[in-house]
């Protein structure tokens, strides 16, 4: 008896251990998703939307929905894209959700047109309005996982920093500016700028970047061709209004793109309204409006074409009334102003003019009116959303409910049978008008 005692006394705590085990296996959440990390376009629904958020320090996910053109093709791109985003030292994993099959998660997370795309960063979401060609997305997220403020200790390094940054973000570079300077600010316009420092560059540099003498912050559009540099001072309010008027170029072609970023700048709008803005005349009118532009940096100028941007252009409601090229500054909200006596621009000597519309509206010398149009907010979100597509798909089943019961209680056969005949040919108008004439506006490329 004793030996079986000694034989069997280790058991028990084993015999406990694995009941122990298989009970916390049996009652472990199902909740634990695994994703593959392989570049592959990963397919979200419900289950693991928020796991999938949890699991990546970088996500960018695509809200799409299957009846949707824009979200056709853009699919190729994200599958090109995601690869060699999983590729990076900090990898961007591309993701996608029918946020048409799952409403719930496209209301939570705002989705008011297809495809719409986030990016999440350790969690926190942020609209992705870049480009959407696989290439140019790319560059563009590359700047999400980038530090703060590069390091460039070489006149290659600078070149190669500002090839990789790309055309979509305005670049500063910080010549003999210690990082300390501008790491906040990096921080807080990350999304929207790149930032970096220069601890060794050459005479060359310096006669390439027009700086002569450091500390030097000297800002770039490369879209634009444009750059300024500023020598400080390097403290307070000063450096930031630099960072923040260079976020934009000195003027700004207003279209689709350019009027969500105006959303941001709290400035007023210098708009010079042009019949259309690639003619010589109106290349050299640009000239001149940035030269002006560089002089009141208070101010944001604008230009538009009618052939560019023409439902734009007639919520102003002027163009009837004046002669083209028309100056007028616009409160971005609902009112604008015209300056007495320089509405329109001549063909000659238009600095001399647009000094004069410059001064007439700082002197108060303006009339006050009121677009015809939304506001700025309004005419951004002016465009078809999902939610105006449900309501039309609402409306109509409704007036087709209602004829059904008409048909119903005149008790016809052959009338029923017309009617459902009208019926199925009403849901093919009514599908066909807001899937395949669906307009994202700022949602497309």
Same mark, same amino acid.
């Given at each position: ?29 199902a ?11 990963? @397919?979200?629904? @419900?289950s ?27 699919? $190729? ?19 996608k ?5 799952y ?20 969690g ?18 590359k700047?999400?996982?980038? $530090? ?32 300390s300077?501008?790491?906040?600010l ?9 930032? +970096? ?17 450091v ?7 490369p ?19 630099? !960072? ?9 072609? !207003?279209?689709?793109?350019? *009027? ?8 007023k !709008? ?11 005349? +109106? ?5 001149? *409006? ?19 941007? @023409? ?13 083209? $090229? ?16 320089s @509405? +329109? ?8 003019? !647009? ?91």
């Open positions: 008896m004793a030996t079986h005692r000694h034989r069997t006394k280790p058991l028990l705590p084993l015999l406990i251990w694995v009941w122990a085990r298989v009970w916390s296996l049996s009652f472990t959440p909740a634990s998703h695994e994703f593959p990390t392989d570049g592959t376009v990963i @397919e979200l629904d @419900e693991n939307f928020d796991s999938a958020i949890a699991a990546f320090d970088y996500i960018l996910v695509d809200f799409y929905a299957p009846w949707c053109g824009h979200c056709k093709r853009l699919s $190729p791109e994200l599958d090109a894209a995601a690869p060699i985003l999983a590729g990076l030292d900090k990898s961007v994993v591309i993701a959700i029918n946020a048409d099959k409403r719930k998660l496209a209301t939570k997370h705002e989705i008011d047109g297809f495809p719409t795309l986030k990016i999440f960063m350790h926190i979401p942020v609209e992705y309005t870049g480009p959407r060609k696989a290439e140019l997305l790319v560059r563009f997220l700047k999400f996982v980038a $530090p703060d403020v590069s390091l460039l200790e070489s006149d290659s390094a600078i070149h190669g920093f500002v090839e990789a940054a790309g055309t979509h973000f305005p670049i500063f570079i910080g010549f003999g500016l210690d990082e300077v501008i790491v906040e990096a921080i807080k316009y990350k999304k929207k700028a790149w930032f +970096s420092v220069a601890k060794g560059f050459s005479e060359d540099i310096m006669v390439a970047y027009d700086f002569d003498k500390p030097a912050l000297v800002s770039l559009h879209k634009y061709k444009e750059q300024s540099v500023f020598y400080g001072p390097f403290e307070g309010q000063f450096l930031e209004d630099f !960072i923040r008027q260079n976020q934009l170029p000195l003027t700004v072609p !207003i279209n689709p793109e350019t *009027l969500k970023l105006l959303t941001n700048d709290e400035r !709008i210098v708009l010079t309204i042009m019949e259309d803005e690639t003619d010589e005349k +109106s290349l050299s009118l640009i000239k001149i *409006l940035r030269a002006a532009a560089s002089a009141n940096r208070d101010l944001v100028f604008g230009y538009v074409g009618v052939k560019q941007f @023409e439902e734009f252009v007639d919520t102003f409601d002027i163009t009837r009334s004046f002669k083209m $090229p028309i100056m007028l500054v616009w409160d971005r909200n609902e009112d604008y102003h015209l300056v007495v006596g @509405e +329109s621009l001549e063909d000659e000597d238009q600095g001399s003019q !647009i000094s004069r519309f410059l001064e007439g509206y700082r002197e108060g010398r303006t009339i006050e009116k009121r677009i015809s149009g939304p506001s700025l907010i309004g005419f951004i979100n002016s465009l078809i959303s999902i939610r105006t597509v449900y309501l039309i798909v609402f409306i109509v089943a409704v007036l087709m409910l209602m004829l059904y019961m008409s048909s119903q209680s005149a008790d016809v056969p052959q009338t029923r049978r017309t009617q459902a005949r009208d019926e199925g040919g009403d849901r093919s108008a009514v599908e066909s008008e807001s899937h395949g004439g669906y307009q994202p506006g700022d949602k497309e490329d």
